[in-house]
């Protein structure tokens, strides 16, 4: 967050604020990448908890206590057609043309190296650090831009 005011990034740094995720992304600690590996190895769902077994004792994570560690809150709306009116008429088309440095230039896809500043900052939180995934960081889904949308 103090990059983001060093480079002047006030919008960006207002719509995360305003979202109160400024908490969970200034999150910093210790990391213990062998640990993780374990902890990830010997995972199991059941229901919506995650369990994990490490060093014989079974760990359960639930929606508590992943908010509480990351300092999030579960409220408001869930995100998706269907779901709400505000979502319903979004058009990924469109809201991607909002989001380009140049509007008139012909689209390929969903990258984000045709994005505006704002936009691509927004969207590399959403595909690094709030879905992160192990795939093509550079082609937005429509998960993606609905989330980038909700943020912006």
């Known amino acids: 967050m103090e990059w983001l005011n060093e480079e002047k990034l006030d919008e960006v740094r207002d719509m ?9 992304l200034k999150l910093c600690g210790n990391t213990y990448p062998d640990l ?3 902890f990830l190895t010997n995972m199991w ?6 369990y994990s077994k490490f060093k014989g004792v079974d760990m359960a994570i639930n ?7 990351a300092s999030l809150r579960n409220a408001g709306i869930a ?3 269907g779901n709400t009116t505000d979502l319903e008429d979004f058009n990924k088309v469109q809201f991607f ?3 380009v440095r140049n509007p008139n230039t012909t689209m390929k896809g969903y990258h984000v190296g045709g ?4 936009s ?7 595909i690094w650090l709030l879905t992160p995934r192990h795939f093509n960081h550079v082609v937005l889904t429509e998960e993606d831009l609905i989330l980038m949308y909700c943020l912006m």
């Not at 995360?16 to 969970?24: P, S």
């Not at 929606?63 to 560690?69: F, G, H, K, N, Y």
């Not at 994005?115 to 704002?118: A, E, M, N, P």
């Open 16 to 24: 995360l604020k305003h979202q109160k995720l400024e908490k969970f």
């Open 79 to 81: 995100v998706g057609r």
């Open 97 to 99: 043309k909002t989001c």
């Open 120 to 126: 691509r900052i927004i969207a590399f939180i959403v």
């Open 45 to 50: 769902f059941d229901d919506d908890v995650m």
């Open 63 to 69: 929606d508590e206590v992943w908010l509480a560690v």
């Open 115 to 118: 994005l505006s500043l704002t």
């Open 36 to 38: 993780v590996k374990v």
